[in-house]
């Protein structure tokens, strides 16, 4: 997993990771036709910059198989079963594998203060199967006795919310910081726990050790 921890957080801008714009600027222009040993190469570009899920990389090469045709005339049909094809080696060399990918992006987004609602969406949104979305939220109570309030803490933490605010700035506050962990989905319980704590750092500890 340590590789996928390593890896960059993949755009979300539409762009290919070999650079091919979608729109029709330059490089739509100088797009070459989408033979399956370039998709292997617009793969293996893409996967040595990020980590992703099958969905997520079978989407990104069906666009490009899409401009291609638009532009060459290609196939559309034979695009689709080479980029199948791909996708099943990949899986078999074990450079595309979604357990990994969503147990790696379950823990980072947790440490950056996603709950564990925003983080089933994210990853669904990726493509990412229920099992696998399932057992990484799994992964996370192998780390944290509660993670969830490990993510608010460390959201709450990185906003300066509540405890991490100036003790005289905390009551105005107030209202705004249980706000903001709500819109991140925790829980009323939980957010007014967080944001009325006395003692962050034994609530730090509570998240990690429990009782």
Known sequence: MADYFRMSEEPSDGKAADGD???GGPARRRLKPATPERLERVALFHLERYATSVANLRRLLLRRVARAAEVHGDDPAEGAAAVEALLVRLQAAGLLDDRLYAEARAFGLNRRGASSRGIGARLAAKGVGAEDIARALDSLAGEFARPDLAAALAFARRR???????????????????ASLGRQGF??????????????????RLAREGE
């Open 21 to 23: 714009s979608a729109d």
């Open 187 to 204: 829980s009323y319980g939980l957010a007014v726990t967080v944001i009325d704590a006395e003692d962050p750092e034994a609530l730090e």
């Open 160 to 178: 300066r919310l509540g405890p991490y605010r100036p003790a005289d700035a905390r009551a105005t506050a107030r209202t705004k910081d249980l």
